[in-house]
C-alpha cells in the first residue's frame, strides 16, 4: 500500500494511469444515469410534488397563469423536457393538464441528476488533485438513495444542487487560472450561484460558504504574514508553497462583489422575465414579497413529513413519495395475497450515517487545528506550515461548506423536509470519501481493511434499499424489513 506523501504535497496524475481514471469516471457516469432512467414512466401518475412542479412547468407551455412559491427556473427545465419529447409515444396521462407522458415531465430530472456525482466528483478533485479520492467520491454518490428518487420524478432539488456545485467547482477552477481566465471562470461560477438562487431561494448556501472562505482566506493570510515578519522564515517554509484555496485571499473585495454579488442577482433577474411575461398579476417586486410570505405560512406541522433539522443528520424522517397496495387475485399459487409498491425518499443508512460521523471528525480536525493556530505555545514556523498544508484547507472547505448549507436551517419554523439537507449532505458525503481514501492509503492494515468493510456495507446497504428508490414491487414482509423505526413508515 502506497504510504501517505510528503507533508503538504499532492499526488499528480500519472499520464499511464489516465485511461483507467476516466474509465472509472465513465463508469460512474453509466451507473449515475442507468439508475435514473430505469422504469422512468413505471408509475403514469404525479408523484409527491410532481402535482405542483409538473402542472407549473406545462403552465408554461400552455400559457396559463399560475401562483407559485419559488423562483420559476427548476420548473423552466422541466418544461423544457416536455416541449422536446412531444409527439413521443408512451402512456399518457391529463394530470399535469394536458396528455404527458410521466417520461416527458422525468427525464431532465434525470438527466441533470446524472451528471451530480461527477460534479461531486470533479470537486473532489480540484481538493485534492488525488485521483482515488476524486473516484471515491464520485462513486459514493451515485449510491445516495436520496438523490437518486429526487432525480427520477418532476421535482427541482435536482436543479438547485447542480447548479450549486457546478457553480463550486468553476470557482475552484477558477483559483488555478492566469488573473484574466480567472475572471471568466469566477463569472460563470457567479452565474451558476445564481441560478440556484432561482430555483429555490436556499440555493444561495452555496454562494454563502464561498463568501465564508474568502474572508477565512484573508484573515489567514494576514495572520501569516504577522507570523513571517516574526520569525526568519527557513527552507522547510519555503519548500511549502500556498495551497490552491489559500490563493482565494487574493481575490479583491470588488471581485467578490462584481462577480460573485452582481453577477448572481442580475441571472436571479433575468431568470424571472419568462414568468413575468405570462404571470402579469404581479411585478418583481411582488412576486419576491409573495414568496418571502408563502414560504412563512406553512406550519411546523403542516405535513404528516415534516422534520426539523437536526432529525436530518440521522435521517430520522425520511420522506413518503409513492405507494401503492395492490391485491394477488391467485395468492394460492405460491404467490404474496399482497404487493406493495413504495418509492422512499431516502438515503443510504450506511453512508448517510457514516458521512454525519465523518464530519463530526471533521469538526473535531478543524477544533484541533484551530487550537495551533491560536495557541502561544506553537512556533510560528509551525502554524504556517499548517495553513501551507492542503489537509487544512480540506477540512475548512468542507466544514464551510456544511455550515453554510444546515445553519440557516436552525432559525425556519416553518415545515421542512429531509431533501432540504441535500446541500448540507454532499460535503458530509465529501468528507466521508476523503477519511475513506486516507485510510486506504495508510500503512496500517486494520485502517485498510476497516474501510474496505465499509465501502463493502455501503454497496449492500444501497442494494438492499434499492427497491424503494425505485419502486420494485415487495411483498409486505420485505418492505416493512426495510423499514427499520417507526418513523420511516
Same mark, same amino acid.
Given at each position: ?11 499528480? /496524475? ?101 451528471? +451530480? /456525482? ?143 454579488? +452582481? ?99 471533521? +469538526? ?29 484547507? +480540506? ?95
Amino acid at each position: 500500500m502506497q504510504s501517505e506523501p510528503p507533508y503538504g504535497s499532492i499526488e499528480e /496524475p500519472s499520464s499511464r494511469n489516465i485511461p483507467w481514471f476516466w474509465l472509472g469516471i465513465f463508469s460512474i457516469f453509466l451507473l449515475s444515469a442507468g439508475l435514473r432512467f430505469w422504469g422512468l414512466s413505471q408509475f403514469n401518475t404525479l408523484v409527491f410534488d410532481e402535482v405542483h412542479f409538473a402542472q407549473f412547468a406545462n403552465n408554461y407551455l400552455i400559457r396559463k397563469t399560475f401562483f407559485e412559491n419559488h423562483p420559476p427556473l427548476g420548473k423552466y427545465f422541466i418544461a423544457i423536457g416536455i416541449w422536446l419529447t412531444q409527439g413521443i409515444p408512451g402512456e399518457s396521462n391529463t394530470l399535469a393538464g394536458s396528455a404527458l407522458t410521466p417520461f416527458s415531465y422525468r427525464w431532465m430530472n434525470a438527466l441533470v441528476g446524472s451528471f +451530480i /456525482p461527477l460534479i461531486i466528483a470533479g470537486i473532489a478533485y480540484q481538493l485534492s488533485k488525488r485521483r482515488s479520492y476524486t473516484l471515491i467520491a464520485g462513486f459514493l454518490a451515485a449510491l445516495d438513495g436520496l438523490f437518486l428518487v429526487e432525480s427520477r420524478y418532476a421535482l427541482i432539488n435536482v436543479y438547485l444542487v447542480m447548479f450549486g456545485l457546478l457553480g463550486q467547482w468553476l470557482f475552484l477552477l477558477a483559483l488555478e487560472r492566469s488573473p484574466k481566465q480567472q475572471n471568466i471562470f469566477i463569472t460563470l461560477a457567479g452565474i451558476c450561484f445564481g441560478a440556484s438562487f432561482a430555483v429555490k431561494w436556499n440555493g444561495l448556501a452555496f454562494l454563502l460558504s464561498v463568501y465564508l472562505l474568502w474572508i477565512a482566506a484573508k484573515i489567514i493570510d494576514f495572520l501569516q504574514t504577522r507570523w513571517q515578519t516574526q520569525t526568519e522564515v527557513n527552507s522547510l517554509i519555503d519548500n511549502h508553497p500556498k495551497t490552491t484555496l489559500q490563493k482565494l485571499a487574493k481575490l479583491r473585495l470588488i471581485d467578490i462583489v462584481s462577480e460573485l454579488g +452582481i453577477v448572481p442577482l442580475i441571472i436571479y433577474i433575468l431568470v424571472w422575465i419568462p414568468h413575468l411575461q405570462l404571470n402579469t398579476e404581479m411585478n418583481f417586486w411582488q412576486w419576491q414579497k409573495y414568496l418571502y410570505q408563502s414560504q412563512n405560512s406553512v406550519g411546523a406541522d403542516a405535513h404528516p413529513y415534516c422534520s426539523r433539522w437536526y432529525t436530518w443528520l440521522l435521517m430520522l424522517r425520511p420522506v413518503g413519495y409513492y405507494f401503492q397496495s395492490v391485491k394477488n387475485p391467485n395468492p394460492s399459487l405460491n404467490q404474496v395475497a399482497e404487493t406493495y409498491y413504495d418509492v422512499h425518499a431516502i438515503g443510504n443508512p450506511i453512508l448517510w450515517w457514516l458521512s454525519t460521523g465523518a464530519i463530526t471528525v471533521i +469538526i473535531g480536525l478543524f477544533i484541533q487545528k484551530f487550537i495551533i493556530l491560536t495557541s502561544n505555545l506553537v512556533t510560528n514556523e509551525r502554524k504556517i506550515l499548517l495553513v501551507r498544508d492542503h489537509k487544512f484547507w +480540506i477540512v475548512l472547505y468542507l466544514l464551510a461548506n456544511y455550515i453554510a448549507n444546515l445553519l440557516p436551517w436552525i432559525s425556519v419554523t416553518r415545515c421542512t423536509f429531509l431533501y432540504h439537507y441535500m446541500g448540507a449532505s454532499v460535503f458530509s458525503l465529501l468528507a466521508i470519501a476523503w477519511l475513506i481514501e486516507r485510510c486506504l492509503r495508510s500503512p496500517h492494515l486494520v485502517y485498510q481493511l476497516t474501510t474496505a468493510f465499509m465501502i463493502f456495507f455501503i454497496v449492500i446497504s444501497f442494494l438492499f434499499w434499492l427497491p424503494i428508490y425505485l419502486g420494485f414491487p415487495l411483498s409486505p414482509i420485505e418492505f416493512q424489513s426495510r423499514m427499520w423505526f417507526r418513523s420511516w413508515y
